[in-house]
């Protein structure tokens, strides 16, 4: 009982006094709607004298070697102490995903799992905390190191450092783990993790991988990389059952190198489309060519490209004409108009012919006089 006691004191003692420090601290968010972070991979290295050791750990940073660069965009704010993220990543060979995350910068729960540290977000803290404090608001927390003033991207910033170190063990093998973080004091944005590990038995395991901040539009005019479409013509005549055409263009924007999916879709029923081809791939060619046929009608055709986080259309309008009605010819009269058409052609040639005949000159027989004339 007494043991009880004494906890509860100590618990007691320790929340007044770190309520009373934490008092001139506010855990809330300094990000805005749109602002966003880039990152890349500079190193990620496994080696081990057991192959099947990097294979083990280096499963989960396999994604890390893959990325060719990844943002963390701020979406919104949701009460006091939320904040809304999208986690987007393209990779190397072209995809690209993305995922929503919810923060809470004064606990730092997350729906995200950031590397080894649990369901805590370590990308986006609190704005405006310097060390000593701590990075949360929560009694287990740890404190920032130190906060200086560097040079990041080309303008000094107050940072904050965060080093820690962790046993672990992982399929029966024990190793240590270094990880050292860096923060922009006043946005929260992460800047920098160097992370390591190394077995406790020499050699059997040592893993590096480190990830940077490389632009940004918080203290940056930087834009995420994206894309547009375009359209020409954006309006098409086509007759029925003829293809009526369209080049569709993709423009990439801020270095975009994500392949993208095209896909069509009609306002109306009664009219098919399809692409010379259905997805457009960095270095490849940019264009397109749409081509549609479908019964008489006004058609609006959606053109959507989706590149993995970011998705945009563009619109055509396709306006489909009824073949015209065709004469019909003398030879697919009925029988009986053909018969007269041809005695009327038969009576017309025989008139032209009786009129071009010479008048015949009088025949005199050799033994006849000729007639005296009078």
């Known amino acids: 009982m007494r043991v009880v006691y004494f906890f509860a004191l100590v618990s007691l003692v320790l929340s007044a006094s770190i309520l009373s420090t934490r008092a001139t601290t506010s855990y809330l968010p300094a990000v805005d709607p749109g602002q966003f972070a880039q990152y890349k991979v ?4 496994c080696h081990s004298s057991i192959s099947s050791v990097c294979q083990s750990f280096g499963a989960s940073l396999n994604s ?26 393209i990779y190397k060979n072209g995809t690209g995903a993305h995922a929503g995350a ?45 906060t200086i003033n560097e040079m990041v991207l080309g303008s000094p910033r107050n940072t904050n450092f965060l080093n820690y170190s962790a046993p672990g063990s ?3 093998v024990s190793y240590l783990e270094h990880a050292g973080f860096a923060f ?23 893993i590096d991988f480190a990830i940077a901040m490389v632009d940004n539009n918080v203290w940056r005019n930087a834009h995420i990389p994206d894309f547009d479409l375009g359209a020409l013509p954006t309006s098409v005549n086509s007759a029925a059952n003829t293809f009526g055409n369209s080049t569709i263009t993709l ?39 749409l081509s549609c046929k479908g019964s008489p009608g006004t058609y609006t055709v959606r ?40 005695a009327t052609l038969v009576a017309v ?19 006849e006089a000729p007639t005296p004339a009078i």
């Open 349 to 367: 040639l025989s008139a032209f012919l009786l009129l071009r005949r010479k008048p015949a000159e009088a025949v005199v027989a050799h033994n």
């Open 64 to 89: 890390l070697n893959d990325t060719a660069y990844a943002a963390v965009q701020v979406v919104g704010i949701s009460g006091q102490t939320g904040v809304i993220l999208e986690l987007i990543s």
């Open 303 to 342: 053109v959507e490209g989706d590149g993995g986080y970011s998705v945009h259309n563009t619109s055509i309008s396709v306006t489909v004409i009824a073949a015209p009605i065709q004469p019909a010819s003398i030879l697919s009269m009925p029988l009986l108009y053909g018969g007269i058409g041809v």
């Open 170 to 172: 992982y399929l029966g």
């Open 251 to 289: 423009h990439r924007l801020y270095g975009f190198t994500a392949t993208v999916k095209l896909s069509a879709r009609s306002s109306a029923s009664g009219i098919s489309c399809s692409f010379s081809a259905n997805s457009l791939q960095n270095g490849s060619s940019d264009t397109s060519i």
């Open 184 to 206: 922009d004091r006043s946005s929260g944005f992460l800047i920098e993790i160097n992370f390591s590990l190394r077995t406790i038995i020499t050699g059997i395991a040592e």
């Open 102 to 146: 919810l923060v809470n910068v004064a606990t730092g729960e997350s729906n995200i799992t950031a590397f080894s540290l649990g369901a805590r977000d370590y990308f986006l803290l609190a704005g405006g905390l310097a060390a000593p404090e701590q990075i949360w608001y929560t009694l287990s927390a740890p404190t920032f190191n130190k």
């Open 42 to 45: 500079l190193k990620d290295s």
